[in-house]
């Protein structure tokens, strides 16, 4: 199996900057595509940013030009770059790992979740 761990996340006010980290370990794996999603108060979860394994990326519409999603392959690694914060960013953000399992199926994996809160 693959184990995701999350780090990065905390208390920024608004306008400020976060850069989220996650890190996957475990057996090796071919990954298909990492992504990041977020879960706001009282609102379902919610695609945020995706990268596949060649380097394409989309965003949601409400982070386009504010947020970056990278990769670091030789670490298993993805980041996400947040700028320009607002208040509606504030979540629980979740990294999720596509990955072959075996030949024509795809396993996902998530990490534990971080919080990320916009507040004055």
């Known amino acids: 199996q693959v184990q995701l761990v999350e780090s990065g996340g905390g ?7 976060l850069r989220l980290s996650c890190a ?3 057996r090796a794996f071919s990954i ?3 992504g990041w999603y977020r879960q706001a108060p009282g609102k379902q979860r919610e ?6 394994s060649s380097g394409i990326t989309n965003y949601a519409d409400s982070v386009k030009g504010r947020f970056t ?4 392959n030789a670490k298993n690694t993805v980041y996400l770059q947040m700028n320009s914060l607002k208040p ?8 999720n790992f596509g990955v072959w399992v075996v030949v024509g199926t795809v396993g996902e994996y998530w990490g534990q979740g971080t919080q990320v809160t916009v507040s004055s």
Do not use: F, K, N
């Not at 695609?47 to 596949?52: M, N, Q």
């Not at 999603?69 to 670091?72: E, G, K, Y």
């Open 24 to 26: 996957a370990s475990g």
């Open 32 to 34: 298909v595509a990492m």
């Open 69 to 72: 999603i990278s990769r670091d």
């Open 11 to 17: 208390l920024v006010q608004p306008g400020g900057s």
């Open 88 to 95: 509606e960013d504030t979540g629980v953000y979740y990294c």
């Open 47 to 52: 695609l945020v940013a995706r990268i596949t």
